[in-house]
């Protein structure tokens, strides 16, 4: 793989959007949920998922809605949430910083990336840096050894990365 | 009714023969035939779960061996059982050593050090060394709520704690967090708990993650010195544990030492398990008072009971018997509301007895007794988990039986039971029952709700009504009087669908065992009786015309209200239900008195007791544990009347509202310090024991209307509780064998079904809607209080401090109010103001108020009428 960035196509578009939902749209939730065959709990992953996909993470108010709907109490919600690393309940960065932990990546230097990271924008596994461009999440294996060590950026993958051109790829992204 | 036959299963435990029903796991089939296996997350009020990995045994089916977890197991025919083998010790003792490493061993200030299952599961797999190297979790003790306390260090995530809130209390407030090493049992983002504060994840937590905050006691639960006794808040009457420490009454929990005593199975509410806060009390009165010019006067024991005893004899001499007057109590034992009427019927002479729900309400009594002229006995309570069809009627269950609901869960889990509720709010109740039918009718409706199902069960034959028919004399007339409620009618009254009610009834009429709670609420809407009779005929109805059984119980607020009619505490009747007319009764209570005659023809004052006290008719008044001013539903009748009577005594544990118009207040102790028994409202009579020695002088009402006895000069001849009640089973024979010893019995009349019919009325729901007060006001016990005294129990009080009304959200926005803004509710005669919640549990129209609140009595803002007080609302600032 020589050119390590594979940009997904109409990605700055949709996170433009992304943006401009900083004020939580209710109505949205409201269409996600009513989207599903009946307000039932069997349903309460699913509708956490899409909820979280138009609005990148899952604000209090949100989650309060989806359980007076479905009629769930709040330690049984938190507890679905907290069990799946995938649900945010904090709201992350502009673009999330994938950074595969997996063995070869480890290996091939994902810790000095890591690191790295954690010098120029402050941020450690599951933190945001404060100016909220990235959040950094470790990912235990994307699946991709050959190119290691690898991360996602948003949509765009990027792999072989040379740890001290960290902060070139960084440099790619702005608020 | 529904029960299928289960087989028989035989099978071998260690070798020995044994054999259990189908479907019984191995753990269970062991327990019951002594043999113990090591676990640490099963507990027979919960579903299988098979966390903790301890229990594992050896099977071997038609020559096949194979390692099972007991928990989950079922026990099958010709299965040979191994316990203990060095094998399945190695796999339990592996999981168990993995969490000791965690688990701090801090046994000697752990609460439930001796009686830990991880203690007794540790030494019976003789895990003394550990091989895995230590590793404590150093977390910091959560105590954001004033109540439990969550020391997670302990924690061994088993799990039952979650499961206890949701499977037993239906609330599920705890649960797990995160996952892997992080998990943690807890309450959303660590959140203070709040809930319904029931404690029963305190009880069933195996280690002693969750502890008890409001008890001072800490450490080695086992040393405790334990009193089982019967709690004395609602008419539920579970079984307690007093668990003392040097003297001092340090926690309650349910009683699960005796095995299969006790309605409650262990459970109890927050009430019950973390009021205790009131017996122990620097605020109680110490000694009797003597009002002395509007103050009180501290006076010995002997001066108070002279004073009273030369009072009745210059109250007779001048104004007769009959103008004294007495008030028994809903909250004293049956021996001592006994001693009460005896003492007015024997040594006063006065038929002038009552009690505060038989003053209000004295058709329930007769509701009752219909009830058995109609053969209708009713099952114990505890047979309710077994229950097909379950109607909860206008009654709020998680403030009103809270551990009734624990039963219908139960229920609702282990056979399927359906599932009705009828209230004119929209009450919480969470269950895991496929059938809930929630009927949600307009305040007041209640009577067209009943005879709707009533006659939707004739007009679809869903019962036999030929049968009915045959069986009843008047049913042509009752069923005539049901001809109003037709589907369009009974909907423009009660807002209800039909196709909701048809439902109900179609639950209901089905060949069942049909279990009937109804709520005090109905006493309010002011048509009490009629609503009662009417429930009376829908269970006639199916009793006689379905399958199955029908259980029906009155409705009871207080430990003992039951009790109080039972101990003849009211004008109508003496002991057991006998008319005080009847010259038979009489004549052989006289004769167990060693009495001459006895009659009582004299001007029945109490039915209209507070009238007849304005009007001068009263010359001495004596209330034994109750406070009228605050509890009775007029409370303005209640004041004025008080003020009026001549001499006043009350008798009471705290300085409450009636006792500080008091001439004379006598100190009485808890149900923590005297001995006795209560009535549950389903007829269980059960013990009250000592637990500590009375507070100050106090003096259990037993010792007082005794000491008053010898005192007027006329003692009485027994002196032990035991005595007394060998009097009252000969006085009124259908207490004869019910005083209980260990176990606890439902008394059951001596006549049954000798008289049945239905009770025809010609009430109506009337619509009193008045365009001033447009609200209707609903008002009851609190979740966490309940009578006078609970206000008196720190615990209870930090928990529900406040009193809050609720609106519904539509009347909210309409009026611009919001949850926390502040609201002025107005009556024709009062208001208060106070806070409110916006929900949807009160419907439109309807604002709740819960009734316990001394500076906002709702009782005042009644202005003698009886039905639901219409009031109007307004926002504050």
């Known amino acids: ?175 | 009714m529904s029960v299928v036959a289960k087989k028989t299963i035989n099978f071998t435990l260690n070798g020995q023969p044994l054999s259990a029903t189908e479907d019984t796991v191995i753990l269970d089939a062991a327990k019951r035939a002594g043999v113990f296996i090591t676990n640490l997350c099963s507990s027979p009020k919960l579903k299988p779960f098979a966390a903790c990995r301890t229990c594992m045994v050896e099977t071997v089916v038609d020559g096949k061996k194979e390692l099972v977890y007991s928990c989950t197991q079922p026990v099958a025919e010709g299965m040979a059982v191994q316990t203990n083998t060095d094998e399945t010790n190695r796999y339990n003792k592996a999981c168990l050593e993995m969490l000791l490493v965690e688990h701090p061993l801090d046994c000697p200030i752990c609460d439930k050090s001796g009686v830990c299952p991880l203690q007794d599961n540790t030494d019976a797999l003789k895990l003394y060394n550990g091989r895995f190297e230590i590793s404590r979790r150093n977390e910091p003790s959560i105590k954001s709520n004033p109540i439990i306390e969550f020391y997670l260090n302990r924690c061994i995530m088993c799990g039952m704690c979650v499961r206890a809130c949701d499977e037993i209390q239906g609330v599920q407030a705890l649960d797990y967090h995160q996952r892997g090493y992080k998990v943690t049992i807890g309450t959303a983002n660590d959140e203070p708990l709040d809930c319904e504060f029931c404690g029963q994840c305190i009880t069933v937590c195996p280690t002693g993650a969750l502890m008890d905050l409001t008890s001072e006691a800490r450490g080695l639960a086992n040393m405790f010195t334990n009193t089982l006794s019967t709690c004395n808040f609602c008419s539920w009457g579970c079984t307690i544990k007093l668990e003392t420490k040097k003297g001092q009454l340090v926690r309650i929990e349910g009683d699960e030492i005796t095995l299969d005593l006790g309605i409650n199975e262990g459970n109890l509410c927050a009430k019950g398990r973390f009021g205790h806060g009131m017996v122990q009390n620097s605020n109680r009165i110490q000694t009797p008072l003597m009002n002395v010019g509007g103050d009180f006067k501290e006076v010995s024991w002997d001066e108070a009971l002279q004073t009273i005893a030369e009072r009745i004899t210059s109250t007779i001499n001048r104004s007769g018997p009959e103008s004294i007057a007495g008030i028994g109590g809903e909250k004293l034992t049956n021996e001592e509301n006994y001693l009460f009427q005896k003492l007015f019927r024997s040594i006063i002479g006065s038929n002038q007895v009552t009690n505060l729900a038989n003053l209000r309400a004295p058709y329930i009594n007769q509701f009752l007794l219909k009830c058995f002229e109609n053969g209708i006995a009713s099952k114990p309570i505890t047979e309710m988990e077994k229950a097909d069809v379950v109607l909860l009627f206008n009654t709020d269950i998680p403030s009103e039986y809270p551990v009734a609901g624990n039963s219908i869960r139960k229920g609702a889990i282990y056979t399927s039971t359906d599932i009705l509720i009828a209230n004119p709010r929209n009450v919480v109740f969470k269950h895991e029952s496929q059938v809930d039918v929630r009927m949600i009718y307009k305040p007041g409706a209640d009577l067209a709700v009943v005879n709707r199902i009533s006659k939707i069960l004739v007009d679809r034959n869903i019962v036999d009504t030929a049968k009915a028919k045959a069986a009843l004399p008047n049913y042509d007339e009752w069923l005539k009087s049901l001809s109003p409620y037709t589907a369009e009618a009974t909907q423009k009254i009660t807002g209800l669908e039909d196709a909701i009610l048809v439902r109900a009834a179609e639950r209901f009429g089905r060949p069942a065992d049909r279990f009937i709670l109804i709520g005090n609420d109905i006493l309010d809407t002011g048509q009490g009786e009629a609503i009662l009779m009417a429930l009376l005929n829908l269970s006639v109805l199916v009793h006689q015309a379905g399958e199955g059984s029908v259980s029906i119980y009155p409705p009871r607020e207080h430990c003992n209200s039951q009790g109080v009619n039972d101990m003849g505490v009211t004008p109508d009747f003496l002991p057991g239900y006998r008319s005080t007319q009847d010259a038979q009764a009489l004549k052989s209570l006289a004769e167990v008195w060693g009495k001459g005659e006895m009659n009582f023809n004299q001007e029945n004052l109490v039915d209209n007791l507070w009238e007849n006290c304005s009007k001068g008719l009263i010359k001495m008044l004596y209330i034994a544990g109750e406070d009228p001013c605050h509890s009775y539903y007029q409370g303005a009748v209640v004041k004025d009347a008080l003020k009026t009577v001549p001499f006043l005594v009350v008798q009471d544990i705290y300085m409450t509202e009636t006792a500080k118009m008091a001439d004379l207040i006598l100190p009485t102790s808890t149900y923590a310090e005297k001995e006795g028994t209560f009535t549950n409202m389903t007829r269980h009579v059960q013990r009250v024991a000592p637990a500590i020695l009375p507070e100050g002088q106090s003096r259990p009402d037993f010792d007082i209307f005794s000491d008053l006895a010898a005192t007027c000069g006329k003692p009485f001849d027994h002196f032990s509780i035991r005595e007394v009640q060998k009097e009252i089973e000969r006085a009124a024979p259908i207490f004869k064998d019910v005083f209980p010893g260990k176990k606890s019995t439902q008394w059951v009349p001596d006549e049954i079904g000798h008289r049945p019919g239905f009770v025809v009325t010609s009430e109506t729901v009337s619509e009193d809607h008045k365009e001033s007060h447009p609200f209707k006001l609903v008002s009851n016990n609190h979740m966490f209080h309940i009578g006078s005294y609970s206000h008196y129990a720190k615990a209870l009080v930090e928990i529900g401090p406040d009193c809050i009304a609720e609106i519904h959200s539509q009347d909210a926005q309409a009026m611009g109010v919001q949850t926390g803004d502040r609201i002025r509710v107005e009556s024709e005669t009062s208001s208060v103001e106070l806070a409110v919640e916006v929900n949807n549990r009160s419907t439109q129209g309807t604002v709740y108020i819960p009734k316990n609140w001394e500076d906002i009595p709702i009782n005042m803002m009644r202005n003698g009428e009886k039905g639901l007080i219409s009031v109007k609302i307004s926002k504050v600032g």
């Open chain 1, 1 to 175: 793989m020589d050119n390590p960035e594979i940009a997904s196509e109409g990605a700055p578009v949709e996170q433009e959007t992304a943006l401009e939902e900083v004020k939580i749209c209710m109505t949205t939730v409201h269409q996600v949920i009513d989207s599903f065959p009946d307000k039932s709990r069997r349903y309460l992953i699913p509708m956490l998922s899409k909820i979280q996909e138009k609005l990148r993470w899952l604000p209090d108010e949100v989650i309060k809605l989806v359980m007076t709907e479905i009629r769930l109490t709040r330690a049984e919600i938190y507890g679905v949430i907290s069990f799946y690393h995938q649900f945010r309940m904090t709201e992350p960065g502009k673009y999330i910083y994938r950074l595969c932990y997996g063995t070869a990546c480890f290996v091939k230097g994902a810790p000095i990336i890591a690191e790295k990271l954690k010098e120029k924008y402050n941020m450690s596994q599951g933190e945001t840096d404060p100016t909220k461009l990235f959040t950094l999440e470790f990912a235990s294996c994307l699946g991709n050894c050959g190119a290691a060590p690898m991360a996602i950026i948003g949509d765009d993958t990027y792999g072989t990365i040379d740890p001290e051109k960290t902060y070139e790829i960084c440099d790619n992204y702005s608020l």
